[in-house]
Each structure stands twice: as C-alpha cells, then as structure tokens.
C-alpha cells in the first residue's frame, strides 16, 4: 500500500523528522495518502501532537494507494493504519550523518498481508540493509487547529530560536514565550520560590527585527513544554527553514510549524491556562467523552471519491478550559466547528509533571504539597482517522450532545486538518 | 548588602569563565565571598567533601572594569554567598561572545546573582539576556569558616609535574586501588604508589626554596616525606586542571595533609587534602 524512495540526503532529513517526533512520544504513525507520506505522534497525555507530512515531490518516488477488503455484501476500504514504536525505528535512522554518506538509496514499502514495513537502505560498496519493523493496527490520530486563526504570529529564523534555547537546562521543564508588540521574550517559568538548589532564572529579548514575520494581536505569555520546542528546533535546522509560531491565549493550543515545498511539519502543542483551579469538573464528562470518541468513526476524505473535500477529516476538538459545569467555552471562534469547542475537561498537573492523568479523575485531591494554585494544560482531543463512510452515517453527531449545530459546521466550515 | 560589577574584556570574560568551570568541578556548592579588592572561592564544607578545602582567590581590578560593593556592614567589608557552582559556570559559559557582562546581587523573590548579558548576535544586532542565580546570603556568624586555611608548615615543598602526566596515570591507577600514597623529598623526586607495589616516579622537579626558618632546612634531602590519600580527591583536583598553570607547588605534611598550591596568572588556588584517617 506504500512504496516509496529517497536518496541519502533525503534519508537524513526524514530521520530528522523521526526524531523530533520521538521527542513527543513513544509511538509513530506511519499515514500514507495522496497529500504525502504522513509521519505521526502524539503523546500520552495529549497535550502534545507532531505531524510531518511529506509530499509525493519529496521523495525520488511514491506510490500510495488503499486496500480494499470485500465483504459479502460491501466492499471497505481502508488505509495503512501503522502505528510503530520508536524503540523500533529510531535505532535504523541514528547517525544521520552517515546515513547521508553512505546511503545511495532507501526504500520504503508495507507489505499487504503481514503488518510488516520494510525499509531498506542502498547503501555504497554494494552493502543492503534491511530491517523489517512490524506494526500495529491502529488508526491516526490528528488535530484540527486552525492555526491561521490564531492572533499572534511570529516566523524565525531556527538559528536566532537555537540561541535562545541554548540559555536553558536539559532540565528545564517549561518555558514560557511573552509578547508584546514591541518585543519578545523567551524566558524560564517555574512558580516555585527559588531556593539555592533551584534551576537558574533566565530570560532573553529578541527585538521585532529578527522575525521574518511579526504579528502580535495582543500582549499575551504562553508557557509551554520545552522538551517539545528542541524536537521541533532541530528538525528545523536540518531543514533550513523558517520556523512559524502561531499562537493565542494561555490555555489554547500553540502551532510551531515548517512550511517547506516538499513538506510541512505541524508541532500543536497545549500550554498552561493561567488561571487557578476551580472545583474539578464533573468526572463524567471525560469518561463520557471518551466513550463517544470512540463510537465516533468519522468520515475522513481520504478516498477523494466522496468528493466532499470541504469536510474536515474528523472532528476531533481542541478543547479549552472551561469552567465546571458550562460546555461551551467562553469564546467561539465561528469558523472553527462548534464541535472543537467542546467542554474540557481539566487534566490536573501534579507535582510538575506531565504525567498521564486518567481520564475519570480529575479530582482536587491530588495537589501536591506547597502549591498554591493549580495549573491546568488544556487537553486536546483528537478524532480517529478512517476511511468509512458508512459509519459515518450510522453514528451522526448528535451523541456528542455539545454540539448542537455541528453537523452544518461540519458541512461548511474550512477548518484545516494536519 | 550591595554587589555591582561589570566585565567589558572578552580575554577578562574568557578567564573568569574558565575560573568558574574549575571551580564547578571541584564541587557542586561553593562560597563566592567578595570583599572590596578580591574574589574568593571557597570550599570549605569539610564534611561534605570529605575533609578536602579549597581557596581561590583573584584580584577583582584584573577582571572587573567596574566594580562597587557594599559590606554588610562598615566593619564587615564582605559579602559571602552560598552557591551551586554549576550555575555559575553555565551561565558564564552563555556569555562566550557576549559584548559586556553585568553583574548584581539583587532579591527579587528570593536573593539572586543576576548576570545580564549584552549578546552580539550573528545577524549583528544585540540582544540582552538576563540569569538569575540563586544564592543564599552566608551569615556573619558562619564567617569563621571562611576564613583562609593558615598553610601549614609542610615538611617537604615540591614543584608538581606537568599536571596532564599526572592526571592521566592517576587516572589509571584509581581502578587499582582507592589509597595512592604520595611521597616527596628535597632532591625533587616525587613517588605516586598504590600499595600493590604500582609506583610512577617524577625525578628533577625541583623543590622551591624555603624559607630559613622552616622545618625542611635540616632534613635530609633524600629522605620521603609521605601522605596517604583518597585517590578520588586528588583525581577530582586534576580533573578541573585543564591548562598547566603558571607555578604548581606540592607542601607535604607528613602523614597529615596536602597541600596543592597553584598560579594561574593571577589567580591562585589552594587545595588541601587531608590524609586518610
């Protein structure tokens, strides 16, 4: 279902994305379609989403195409769902450098029957490797941000990003990006008091002149994962392309994103809402949520021939902090389906970590010792990508009773899908 | 409590930087005390490190081209404060191309070195970064601790080899065994052995001139005087010795102590290891 080819310096660059999406999760999805080859992540507890998508150009060839099971009666179609472990694939594309050396050319292809990829590497004097990496079934995940809604967005060089990051720890969890429309600041956040064994507080200015872009609706701070940016940074520089930063408000998703002729990388990433905690929301929104998510079989447009291109692929949401009992957050944005403002639940963070919350508790009880408020990531629910049409009727929208008028949005709205 | 300075010299900038990252080896926490002419410091934690101490000190005027402190008070014309020498180090090595560096003792939440940096960026516009360090503010009552260790009268004074030679067979003699036994004498031969008969011998060091009324004057010049030492803490003296320094003298004290004593250029620094008890 996939065949595809690429020369050495290619290979360095589609390893490089590996990488970076390897900071995000222990998981990959492999998505084939005629936009591309799609490379995937997102981590466990959602808060943050990679997409690489190269296109059909980047590689010397591909061919892409679905596999059509018949059944008694109807015939499905379905795509590649790969889903890999990094363990698996990151160890083949390792040193980079010398893949882009020593390989001549690489293949990559699936094999119909068993859940097999294999990639095989042309290498000079003759040498072919060839590694088989199994998947598992399991159907794509994405994110629908319209991140050209957002109000603030600055496009940078990787080099001017690259010295800011330098600045920081390894074992800097956070930082935090604060605007004004005079400059920007990339600072360390950290809400404890600063004790002697504290991590040091830094921060840098980079004036408006060094962004290739600038556009800031409002003064805002967004604080977000650091582990992630130095993903994306890195990708970015083996690419040479300019970084584009699109972002909101605290608690509303942040873009970072590379948008390159041969391939686009979308990095969505949640940030902290800045506001204290409120009694939790009721439990059984979450569980709810996740029991119709996964009645949900969406309809995707990956066979063109439904010729519905308007549709989005699936409705999954981004769903912002809202307070307790209220579903619809406090703005819309009425070009994005109503279906994406969904109530949130509010993913408690303990103890500073990322860490995976289950999805029924969201309880008070956990705070850790000394801190004074709570800090929420805003939690980003994704829709499952499936090429069935059919179920799509069979499950209208309307079981996610949030959503009142979704299914016209659904029809009109423009909302971009990575 | 007042602490103002600022580097305007890249070669000033690179050196202090530099006396920062072998401090950072030497130990995690230290004492940075400033006084009105000098820069010390100070290991001193003895139980922490084991007995071992170390005092560095340079002169502010070959660093600083502005300078200005405030003692806690008249009488107390110093300011000693406890820090993670990593920190410091890291953020001094930020600064490599930086224009100026500007330094401050402030208390924003809590008392913080700030170090603000004035970055030439490639693209040739400047850019301004700010660390805060965390410190905490060493009460007067603990100065008796800080003080410079008095050196001892050692029995025998030697010029050390160059220290790459000696860190590197070091290096190799600690998987042997955890004691290395250092011994010198007046005639400039120097023995580094372990006790299963592993021994590396320097010839024709040198020994400094002594003083006329140290102990060393009637001593036989062939006779050793000898330490036994944890290997480690002379094996972390030498990890933080990148360059040779200018002068390298080893003060044995038999049986108690020794006594390190380096130069480079301007700032010295003073080593003590105890011997094994």
């Not at chain 1, 509010?346 to 969201?362: G, L, Y």
């Not at chain 2, 090595?93 to 940096?117: D, E, F, G």
Request: charged content about 20%.
């Amino acid at each position: 279902m996939l065949k595809c080819g690429m020369s050495g310096s290619q290979v360095k660059v589609f390893g490089k994305a590996i990488q970076a999406l390897s900071r995000i999760s222990d998981e990959l999805w492999l998505d084939p379609s005629e936009k591309g080859l799609a490379l995937r992540s997102v981590n466990s507890c959602r808060s943050a989403y990679g997409c690489v998508l190269f296109s059909p150009v980047f590689f010397q060839h591909y061919q892409w195409s679905t596999s059509v099971k018949v059944n008694e009666n109807d015939s499905t179609t379905s795509n590649l769902n790969c889903k890999l472990g990094m363990k698996s694939i990151l160890p083949i594309f390792r040193c980079l450098n010398s893949l882009e050396r020593n390989v001549e050319k690489c293949k990559i292809f699936t094999s119909s029957d068993l859940c097999k990829v294999v990639i095989q590497f042309f290498c000079r004097h003759g040498i072919r490797r060839t590694h088989n990496v199994c998947f598992q079934e399991s159907q794509p995940l994405q994110v629908i941000f319209e991140k050209n809604m957002c109000s603030n967005m600055l496009i940078i060089q990787p080099r001017v990003l690259a010295e800011a990051v330098v600045l920081f720890t390894s074992s800097q969890e956070e930082v935090t990006l604060a605007v004004t429309p005079l400059s920007v600041c990339l600072k360390s956040s950290s809400d404890e008091p600063m004790d002697l064994t504290s991590s040091v507080y830094s921060e840098m200015f980079v004036g408006p002149d060094e962004f290739d872009f600038f556009q800031i609706g409002a003064d805002t701070e967004i604080t977000f994962c650091f582990k992630e940016l130095k993903g994306m940074l890195t990708f970015s520089e083996a690419t040479h392309a300019p970084i584009a930063i699109h972002f909101d408000f605290p608690g509303k998703p942040m873009a970072l994103s590379i948008d390159d002729m041969l391939l686009e990388a979308n990095f969505i990433l949640a940030t902290l809402a800045d506001e204290p905690s409120r009694a939790s929301s009721p439990p059984s929104l979450c569980l709810s949520q996740k029991q119709k998510r996964s009645d949900l079989m969406c309809s995707t447009n990956n066979n063109s021939k439904t010729g519905k291109n308007a549709t989005s692929k699936a409705p999954g949401c981004i769903l912002r902090k809202a307070a307790p009992k209220r579903l619809y957050p406090n703005e819309t944005q009425t070009d994005i389906p109503a279906l994406e403002n969904c109530g949130s639940p509010i993913m408690k963070r303990v103890n500073e970590d990322i860490s995976e919350v289950p999805e029924s508790s969201v309880s008070d009880t956990e705070e850790g010792p000394g801190s004074s408020y709570l800090r929420q990531f805003s939690c980003m629910f994704f829709g499952a990508v499936s090429s069935d049409q059919r179920q799509h009727f069979n499950y209208p929208f309307d079981s996610l009773a949030t959503a009142s008028d979704s299914e016209e949005d659904m029809n009109n709205g423009s909302s971009s899908t990575f | 409590m007042k602490f103002r300075a600022k580097i305007m010299d890249a070669a000033c900038l690179n050196h202090f930087t530099w006396v920062s990252a072998m401090i950072a080896k030497l130990a995690k926490t230290c004492t940075l005390r400033i006084s009105p002419q000098k820069l010390n410091f100070i290991l001193s934690d003895k139980v922490a490190n084991g007995g071992v101490s170390t005092w560095c000190e340079l002169e502010q005027e070959n660093f600083f081209s502005e300078f200005q402190m405030e003692g806690v008070s008249a009488e107390n014309k110093a300011i000693s404060l406890e820090l993670m020498s990593e920190n410091l180090s890291r953020v001094l090595k930020t600064a490599w191309n930086a224009r100026a560096l500007k330094s401050k003792l402030t208390n924003k939440h809590s008392p913080c070195l700030t170090v603000s940096i004035e970055l030439l960026s490639v693209s040739s516009s400047s850019r301004i970064v700010t660390h805060d360090i965390p410190v905490k503010v060493i009460p007067r009552k603990l100065w008796k601790d800080l003080q410079e260790p008095t050196v001892p009268v050692s029995d025998v004074s030697i010029y050390l080899p160059v220290l790459k030679t000696m860190k590197s067979i070091v290096e190799k003699m600690k998987n042997i065994s955890n004691h290395l036994i250092i011994e010198a004498n007046l005639s400039g031969e120097l023995n580094l052995k372990i006790e299963t008969e592993l021994a590396t011998h320097f010839k024709d060091l040198g020994n400094p001139p002594s003083a006329p009324e140290d102990a060393s004057q009637d001593r036989d010049p062939e006779q050793m005087a000898e330490v036994h030492v944890d290997i480690q803490k002379l094996l972390q003296f030498l990890a933080g010795q990148q360059v040779n320094p200018t002068k390298a003298v080893c003060n044995i004290v038999s049986n108690k102590t020794v006594h390190l004593d380096l130069l480079h250029e301007d700032v010295s620094l003073q080593y003590f290891i105890p011997a094994f008890s």
